[in-house]
């Protein structure tokens, strides 16, 4: 700890000490009071709910002995008529020897009727009732009279305005029944209550007292009694804002005087630490003529000299990093990576003297692969020194291995590992990582079916490649200089290779659906053009799948849109699944999709549309449904199949004859596949192709012509020409 700090800790102990504790006895002693008042409170409270309990036990129970003292069967209903007329018991009932009810008045609570006299509830009470024995003159007994009082939330608010307190009923599992708590504080009541034992007072987080009260002979409810806190409302808030104030107080005064103290000292600490960071502008103010002052003095006198000397040398390297840092803005504004990789490399070398370097990428394995090299002749540990790619890393191994997982640069001289790593030989090195530009998000496509996994080949250190020279003249070592310096070159190389990845990934989204990964309507433009070309130059036939969800509507309008684009990411998913390499799949716009089958046959085509047909019928799709539990959606799907060039001269009209299949086979019942009428007359072309003649059943079949010896087959006929891959 400085000077300063010690000064200052020690202040600050002497002031705020007697503080804390001064703030503590307060509030502790506020804090006993205020619960011995509510424990004060909660006990007469106890002692007025078992007061209430017991008048209203004893006038049921006057009640029930005013009907049993009437003998005549008549006269006595009469009279149970009247106690409840009168208002004192809600409910007679009148009970013969065997059990059976004699006779009860109307209206009388619900069961099950808690007796007074009982030591607790055995269940949720719904009426407080007294029973009494009914007797002949002779003394024989006849059975017994009860009345009964509901014990209804009425009941409960009247505990409450007599005792002046919360009231809370519970049934036996320890539930509430009735209660006169608000809504925001009924939890933390019935938590404390659970805590409560005997006439144990808890308390609760906002500051309310609760007991429990019964059941117990005589008062038989099991109620639960609460009072708020008599605390004032913002004691605490002012206790620490008193502590804060006099803390703010006593640090401003402890600065004061520990600044004053030591300012001198610390002024020439932070000078020479600049100084010996590089800041050779640092100087210290004289304030007084002692000691410390003429060692400012000296210090103000030593750093003007060495700045005069470092300004001369550092002058030319600044021009040359001006020079390269225009350089590497105009490299990373064109996109081919190997010629901006080619050029960053030679100019780093040129700029440290190095004799060889490197410039390695991450791939998707966890390898370095070399990019471009120069001057590693003779150095090259295997492969074709041609190639750069025969240099290969795995992260973690070796010098450039070590940079890219740690993501620190490294320098010094060579030490040869057995077994080797695959680097090349050298005396020295420096080599820096370099990753993508801060801000920059990995590119690729979404994590979903039909895209590639997000485009994340840096490792944990963020590094997606690694920059390295080899040796100097002379046999001198790397300096920090030269750190600094390929620092930049590795800067201008992220942002190129992130600069080609956002123009990648720019091609790739205006091509594909955002949603299912497939490709999109434009691209669809694109294809069908082409395709027809192709098959036109070559005399092969084109297949093309119109397909549309059946009743897609009712699943958004059922379980959400959600689980509508689930369906449709699904959807998208199997198509994929049952196409070959070198057919294409696109989403034309909501659940309307199209496939393209080159060198595939009206046959072939069916026999897809078959399988695309029963791998979605087949499956339902699970979706997550509105409480959250998965779904299994049924789903179907139509489909309307066209050959160029039986049913159509372009591309266009192929699409169209598609579509009017699909029609078709939605008009027959959804769920199957319509294949396109031929048109009448048999559209012609302006170009000529090689025939291709359709067998007598109906279904044209690619390369079946004299002129275009092709095997004939399904979906998988004709050779397969290059294509990107599915969905991208």
């Given at each position: ?15 705020l ?8 006895f ?10 011995g ?10 002692a ?5 309990v017991d ?17 005549d069967p ?19 009932q009148?009970?013969?020897?065997a ?28 009426a ?7 007797r ?12 009964a ?19 809370t009923?519970?049934?036996?599992p320890?539930?509430i029944?009735?209660t ?23 308390g609760?987080?906002?500051g ?30 002012a ?10 107080l ?11 103290t ?7 600490a932070?000078a ?13 103010p ?10 400012a003095a ?19 390297r ?25 050029v ?7 700029a ?33 020194p ?7 890393v ?7 291995g ?9 320098r010094g ?12 030989s ?17 590119r ?21 490649g ?26 201008h190389?992220?942002v190129?290779v992130?600069?080609v ?14 949603l ?7 691209y669809?433009?694109?294809?069908i ?12 036939m084109l ?15 059922t ?8 369906v ?21 716009g ?8 080159p060198?595939t ?5 069916t ?16 979706v ?6 998965p ?40 769920d ?18 090689v ?9 044209p ?15 998988s006929?004709?050779?397969h020409p ?7």
């Open positions: 700890m400085t000077l300063r700090g010690r000064l200052t800790a020690a202040f600050l102990t002497v002031v000490g007697p503080v804390l504790l001064g703030a503590f307060v509030g502790s002693t506020l804090s006993a009071v205020d619960r008042r509510a424990t004060e409170r909660l006990g007469l409270a106890a007025g709910v078992r007061t209430s008048a209203l036990c004893q006038q049921l129970r006057a009640a029930a002995d005013a009907v049993a003292l009437v003998a008549a006269a006595r209903s009469r009279a149970a008529d009247q106690v409840v007329s009168r208002g004192l018991a809600a409910a007679v009148i009970v013969d020897t059990g059976r009810t004699s006779y009860a008045t109307l209206g009388g609570p619900a069961g099950p009727w808690q007796d007074c006299a009982a030591d607790a509830a055995t269940g949720p009470v719904r407080l009732a007294a029973r009494v024995r009914l002949d003159p002779a003394g024989a007994d006849l059975g017994t009279v009860a009345a009082q509901p014990v209804d939330p009425a009941f409960v608010a009247r505990l409450a305005a007599v005792t002046g307190v919360g009231v009923l519970l049934d036996d320890g539930r029944t009735h006169t708590e608000d809504r925001e504080v009924r939890a933390a009541v019935l938590a404390a209550a659970r805590e409560a034992d005997g006439d144990r007072v808890t609760t987080a906002d309310r007292y609760v007991r429990r009260v019964g059941p117990s002979p005589g008062q038989p409810l099991p109620l639960v009694l609460s009072v708020p806190g008599e605390r004032p409302p913002g004691l605490y808030a206790l620490v804002g008193a502590v804060v104030l006099a803390a703010l006593a640090v401003l005064a402890a600065w004061r005087l520990a600044r004053v030591t300012r001198p000292l610390v002024e020439l932070g020479v630490d600049r100084v010996a960071h590089g800041d050779l502008t640092a100087r210290v004289v304030r007084s003529r002692d000691e410390i002052g003429r060692l000296a210090f103000n006198r030593m750093t003007r000299e060495t700045g005069s000397y470092v300004a001369a040398l550092t002058s030319s600044d021009q040359l990093r001006g020079h390269l840092t225009v350089l590497g803005d105009t490299l990373a504004s064109t996109h081919d990576l190997q010629r901006i990789l080619r960053i490399l030679h100019s780093a070398i040129v440290t003297g190095a004799r060889a370097g490197a410039v390695l990428l991450l791939d998707g394995d966890g390898v370095l692969v070399g990019q471009c090299v120069e001057g590693l002749d003779g150095r090259w540990p295997t492969g074709d041609a190639d750069p790619a025969t240099l290969r795995p992260v973690g191994a070796g010098v450039l070590a940079v890219a997982a740690t993501g620190e640069p490294l001289r060579w030490e040869a590992v057995d077994p080797p790593t695959g680097e090349p050298c005396e020295t090195y420096v080599a820096v990582p370099f990753a993508a530009p801060r801000g920059a998000e990995p690729g496509g979404p994590d979903r079916p039909g895209h590639p996994p997000a485009d994340d080949d840096a490792t944990e250190s963020g590094a997606l690694v920059l390295a020279l080899y040796d100097r003249p002379g046999a001198d070592e790397f300096d920090d200089g030269d750190l600094v310096t390929l620092r930049t070159f590795a800067g190389a992220a190129a992130e600069n990845r956002v123009h990648e990934e720019a091609q790739r989204l205006s091509l594909t659906d955002p299912t990964g497939l490709w999109n309507y434009r669809l433009r694109e294809s053009r082409r395709e027809v070309e192709r098959a036109n130059r070559f005399g092969r297949s093309v799948l119109a397909l549309d969800l059946d009743r897609f509507k009712d699943v958004n309008d379980w959400g849109h959600a689980a509508g684009d689930a449709l990411v699904e959807f998208a998913r199997r198509v994929r699944g049952e196409i070959r390499e070198v057919d294409l799949a696109f989403r034309q909501g659940e309307e999709f199209v496939v393209l089958l060198e046959d009206a046959r072939g085509a026999i897809v549309a078959e399988r695309l047909g029963s791998v979605v019928r087949d499956q339902p799709v699970r997550e449904g509105h409480t959250g539990e779904i299994a959606v049924p789903v179907t799907v139509s489909i309307g199949i066209a050959v160029y060039p039986d049913h159509a001269a372009g591309g266009q009209q192929v699409l169209d004859a598609a579509d009017d299949a699909l029609y078709a086979a939605k008009a027959a019942g959804r199957g596949y319509r294949l396109a009428r031929a048109p009448d007359p048999v559209p012609t072309q302006e170009i000529p192709v025939a291709a003649v359709s067998p007598p059943d109906g279904l079949r690619a390369g079946a012509g004299d002129a275009a010896p092709v095997a004939q087959g399904g979906a006929s004709g050779p290059p294509r990107q891959s599915r969905g991208r």
